[in-house]
Nanobody, 123 residues
Framework: QVQLVESGGGSVQAGGSLRLSCVSYGYTYSIYSMGWFRQAPGKEREGVASIESAGPTRYANSVRGRFTISRDNAKNTLYLQMNSLKPEDTAMYYC?????????????????WGQGTQVTVSS
C-alpha cells in the first residue's frame, strides 16, 4: 500500500523558516520523481518544487532562491527547506511521487499524493 506522509508544517511569522518532510512507503521510492505542491483556499494547486531520482531539481519562480528541495533515497524521505517565508506562501503543502524520470511541476504528472501539511505565514 502506497503512503506518503508529510510533516513539519506550522505557523511562522514572515521572514521565518520551516522544513517539511515526506516519508514514503509501499513503492520503489528511489526511482520516482518527487514534488512539493501547494494549494491555498480558492486557488488551484500549484507546483512548488520537484526533484528527479538522481537529483536535478526544478522550482517555481515564486520560490526560487528561498526554497530548497532535497531527498534521501536511503530513508525514502523528501524535504522542503523554506526560508524567507512570505504571507503568500500560506497554503496546504502536499508531497507527490511520479513515475517519470524528469522533474515536473504539473500535478497530472504525479501518481501518488500525501494528505498535506498546513503552512501559515503571518505578516
Amino acid at each position: 500500500q502506497v503512503q506518503l506522509v508529510e510533516s513539519g508544517g506550522g505557523s511562522v511569522q514572515a521572514g521565518g523558516s520551516l522544513r517539511l518532510s515526506c516519508v514514503s512507503y509501499g513503492y520503489t521510492y528511489s526511482i520516482y520523481s518527487m514534488g512539493w505542491f501547494r494549494q491555498a483556499p480558492g486557488k488551484e494547486r500549484e507546483g512548488v518544487a520537484s526533484i528527479e531520482s538522481a537529483g536535478p531539481t526544478r522550482y517555481a519562480n515564486s520560490v526560487r532562491g528561498r526554497f530548497t528541495i532535497s531527498r534521501d533515497n536511503a530513508k525514502n524521505t523528501l524535504y522542503l527547506q523554506m526560508n524567507s517565508l512570505k504571507p503568500e506562501d500560506t497554503a496546504m503543502y502536499y508531497c507527490a511521487a511520479g513515475r517519470r524520470s524528469d522533474a515536473s511541476l504539473y500535478f497530472a504528472d504525479f501518481n501518488y499524493w500525501g494528505q498535506g501539511t498546513q503552512v501559515t505565514v503571518s505578516s
